[in-house]
């Protein structure tokens, strides 16, 4: 059962541009929703994380929205950059002690920014 | 140290046989995870591990694979007679305990099974 779904499966933007990714989930225990920033041959980083509580979050030129009545949430890149070309994957989580912190993985975005 | 660390970086092995996969987790992170990604896919959870707590092994796809943690820091994911099917990249991450928010991973062991 895929509980975080994404897309984009790839996206391509012109330098400048805004990239868009969106995820949906079913699990309405998640209660944490990061995204993570993979590049070639390197383990995913933490890019920018929210809470429920919440329906946006910024983070320089990253910005993640949030609708909680619609399970999805979505990653905004604003004026793309070369080096933002990398794999992208939106997660989810429940902070509850007995979840033990565990990340369910959307299926990732291939992000390629032209220069 | 700095970072999580894995090793080997790139595993290639006959199928049928077993392999050891390391990770060394940041210096005084109590959670450990093993993560699988299999090509052009994303993360699956396979096993966590919290301090002197039981692990929990709920991701585990068969009874192949086992992971154990010595000493509450390096872990070791071992795979039994392996299967082409479990090629992939294994990541290990790391974390100061349950509960908080956001790890670190290493960059990853990749498996080929020949």
């Known amino acids: 059962q895929q509980q975080v779904k994404q897309s984009p499966q790839s996206l391509i933007v012109q330098k400048g541009g805004i990239s868009i990714i969106n995820c949906a989930y079913e699990n309405t225990a998640f209660d944490y929703f990061p995204w993570y920033q993979q590049f070639p041959g390197k383990g995913p980083a933490l890019l920018i994380a929210?809470?429920?509580?919440?329906s946006e979050k910024k983070e320089g030129r990253f910005t993640i929205s949030f609708n909680k009545s619609a399970k999805q949430f979505s990653l905004h890149i604003m004026d793309s950059q070369p080096g933002d070309s990398a794999t992208y994957f939106c997660?989810?989580?429940?902070?509850?002690?007995?979840?033990?912190?565990?990340?369910?993985f959307g299926g990732g975005t291939r992000v390629l920014v032209k220069p | 140290g700095a970072g999580v660390s894995q090793s080997p970086s790139n595993k290639v092995t006959e199928k049928g046989k077993d392999v050891e996969l390391r990770c060394d987790p940041i210096s005084g992170h109590t959670a450990l995870y093993w993560y699988r990604q299999s090509l052009g896919q994303g993360l699956e959870f396979l096993i966590y591990?919290?301090?002197?707590?039981?692990?929990?092994k709920s991701g585990l796809p068969s009874d192949r694979f086992s992971a154990e943690r010595t000493g509450g820091s390096v872990s070791t994911l071992t795979i039994q007679r392996t299967q082409q099917e479990d090629s992939a990249v294994y990541l290990c991450?790391?974390?100061?305990?349950?509960?908080?928010?956001?790890?670190?991973f290493g960059s990853g062991t990749r498996l080929t099974v020949v």
């Open positions: 991450a790391s974390s100061y305990g349950l509960g908080i928010i956001g790890y670190t």
């Open positions: 997660a989810a989580s429940s902070m509850i002690k007995a979840a033990g912190n565990k990340l369910t």
């Open positions: 591990f919290q301090g002197n707590s039981a692990p929990d």
């Open positions: 929210i809470r429920p509580d919440v």
